[in-house]
């Protein structure tokens, strides 16, 4: 559940942009990290989507919203009961 305090503390720190300079660069530095994450997302294919500096933050993120998925699946009683891997033939 650790996808809920990341989600607070965006939509709150707007909100406390007035209150000084750690706030601002908080809210920068969080603005900066999820724009890493979304170029990541956006070019995952592409070579420059493929550096640290956007792959981190995309995986980070992608954990976060599987986390968020489940718990939503929870919530509706929906349960994966079973899994299978998928095999590719050989050629």
């Known amino acids: 559940l650790m996808y809920i305090p990341f989600l607070v503390l965006l939509l709150v720190n707007p909100l406390l942009w007035e209150q000084g300079l750690f706030y601002k660069l908080t809210l920068l530095a969080q603005v900066a ?6 170029i990541g997302m956006a070019l995952a294919r592409k070579k420059v989507g493929q550096l640290k500096l956007f792959t981190l933050p995309f995986y980070f993120c992608m954990i976060y919203v599987a986390a968020a998925m489940a718990t939503w699946n929870v919530i509706r009683g929906h349960r994966i009961t079973s ?4 095999r590719r033939e050989a050629a």
């Open 33 to 38: 990290f999820y724009g890493c994450a979304g």
């Open 83 to 86: 899994w299978q891997t998928q």
